[in-house]
C-alpha cells in the first residue's frame, strides 16, 4: 500500500518523505490539520483525560470520514510526558509498541535503535 503513516509521536526518522509526517497542536488547533490524500493510517497520541477523549474523537470522525484508519496511542499515566518523566524512555517505547499497527512496528524499532 502507497501513501502515508501519519503519526503524532514526538520521535520520528530523519526522512519523513518515504512513509510518515508529523503533526502536534493543542487540541484547539487540530481543525487546522490537512489530512494529506495518501493518508491510511493515523496514529494519534492522546492524553488520558476528558480534553484527550474529545480531541481524539473530533480528529478520528474526520480521519474515519476520509477513509483513513485511526489508531490511538495512549499514555499509561496522565500524558505521554509524565509516562517519559516517570519511566524513560524505554519504557515509554515499550508501551507504545503493542498499540502500533503490526506492519508498522518493525518501523518503530528501527527508529528507536537510531535508524530510518
Not at 490539520?33 to 492522546?46: C, G, M, V
Amino acid at each position: 500500500m502507497s501513501g502515508l503513516v501519519l503519526s503524532l509521536i514526538p520521535e520520528f526518522p530523519d526522512d519523513l518523505s518515504s512513509s510518515c509526517c508529523a503533526f502536534a497542536a493543542p487540541a484547539a488547533h487540530l481543525a487546522a490539520l490537512l489530512l494529506p490524500p495518501t493518508l491510511y493510517r493515523l496514529y494519534i497520541a492522546r492524553d488520558a483525560d476528558a480534553a484527550g477523549d474529545k480531541a481524539f474523537a473530533a480528529l478520528s470522525a474526520r480521519a474515519t470520514a476520509a477513509g483513513i484508519e485511526v489508531l490511538a496511542l495512549s499514555p499509561q499515566r496522565d500524558d505521554f510526558n509524565d509516562d517519559l518523566q516517570a519511566r524513560g524512555v524505554n519504557a515509554l517505547r515499550a508501551a507504545l509498541r503493542p498499540q502500533l499497527a503490526p506492519q508498522d512496528t518493525e518501523r518503530a524499532e528501527a527508529v528507536g535503535k537510531g535508524n530510518s
